[in-house]
């Protein structure tokens, strides 16, 4: 007898649900229609609807771009995903920079002790360098920025998204209880529609405050985006700066062309004598702003206006608080206080 009572209230169970299902396809295609009132949302609650799609909307679209930034490749960006799902270790990839340099390492063991061979050397010990700082940099965004940005997508969205439905079949339920309510005829039959809708109102409203909370909580977790962007930021200026402090390393090794000292003729073996090849090392300039007007205080000094670019570039017996300034053919001492490296 337990048996079959349990098998019969499965039944009704299953009823109930089929009847329910079947009365919120009626009511929303009665909406569609135009033929059935809707509940509407006040209008606080839809703004805080659009402010969520929104923020849904251009998350996945900065989590999209910013992996494509840092992770470049499409293959790279699969395989990834693949040893994820898989609970695996990335496998440890040389990037296509540090390849780089390895190749100009060894282009450098076979030009020997000649000026093209050490600045082969130089050149590729930086870039594999540049490349670990790459590394560093990409590891850092996507633990720091990307990561987070999914788990609000992953976690707080998806949550969000499923009582916002529930939220609608709630509301479904409850439109639909009220249209019965105006086609009750008989007073039992009223008597019976308005406690069915007085039930289901009181679930609608319930799951509307449960989902106002949830859409009221995206604004705190955009807070938290606001210090994840701050964290990115920050990791690609360290990038950019660590990068740029090796680069002008190097250029400053490199940037002059090794020339020949003295044209000596060929000795018979035909080769150039090695003590004949120096290396010629042309100051590093660069581009800079003029924050301020400076008028020259004497002839060895040059006259810039604000917003101006000009070429700097460090005399090694120029005071530390200069730089040496061209523009056009002038040329003379600036204040560095007064110029912006571009």
């Not at 969000?160 to 409850?174: G, P, T």
């Not at 523009?327 to 560095?336: A, C, L, S, T």
Request: contains cysteine.
């Amino acid at each position: 007898m337990a048996e079959e009572g349990g098998s019969q209230q499965r039944v009704l169970s299953v009823k109930r649900g089929v009847t329910t299902a079947f009365s919120r396809a009626r009511q929303f295609t009665e909406e569609r229609l135009g033929h059935s009132e809707k509940t509407e949302y006040d209008q606080s609650f839809e703004n805080l609807l659009l402010r969520a799609d929104r923020a849904k909307l251009w998350t996945e679209r900065l989590v999209k771009q910013t992996e494509v930034v840092v992770r470049p490749s499409p293959n790279e960006r699969l395989e990834n995903f693949v040893y994820t799902k898989l609970d695996r270790e990335i496998p440890r990839r040389n990037t296509p920079v540090e390849t780089l340099g390895q190749q100009m390492i060894d282009a450098s063991s076979e030009f020997g002790e000649i000026p093209l061979g050490r600045a082969l050397l130089k050149c590729g010990q930086t870039e594999k360098d540049l490349g670990v700082a790459q590394k560093e940099f990409v590891g850092t965004a996507v633990s720091r920025f990307v990561h987070p940005m999914k788990k609000f997508l992953d976690e707080e969205m998806k949550t969000l998204n499923r009582e916002r439905a529930l939220l609608n079949r709630k509301r479904l339920d409850l439109d639909a209880a009220k249209a019965k309510q105006k086609r009750a005829k008989t007073p039992e039959r009223m008597q019976a529609v308005d406690q069915e809708v007085r039930h289901v109102k009181d679930d609608f409203e319930r799951q509307y405050e449960v989902t106002k909370l949830l859409l009221e909580g995206v604004s705190t977790s955009q807070m938290s985006q606001l210090r994840y962007l701050q964290e990115f930021a920050e990791a690609q200026e360290a990038y950019h700066r660590k990068c740029a402090d090796m680069l002008q390393d190097l250029t400053e090794e490199v940037r002059g062309a090794f020339t020949v000292a003295s044209a000596p003729p060929l000795e018979e073996s035909g080769e150039i004598p090695a003590d004949s090849l120096t290396f010629s090392s042309a100051p590093v300039t660069r581009r800079a702003k003029v924050l301020y007007d400076y008028d020259a205080q004497n002839d060895g000094e040059l006259s810039v206006l604000a917003e101006e670019v000009i070429i700097v570039y460090n005399v090694p017996s120029l005071d530390s608080d200069y730089m040496m300034g061209e523009r056009g053919g002038e040329k003379g001492r600036v204040p560095v206080a007064y110029i912006e490296l571009v």
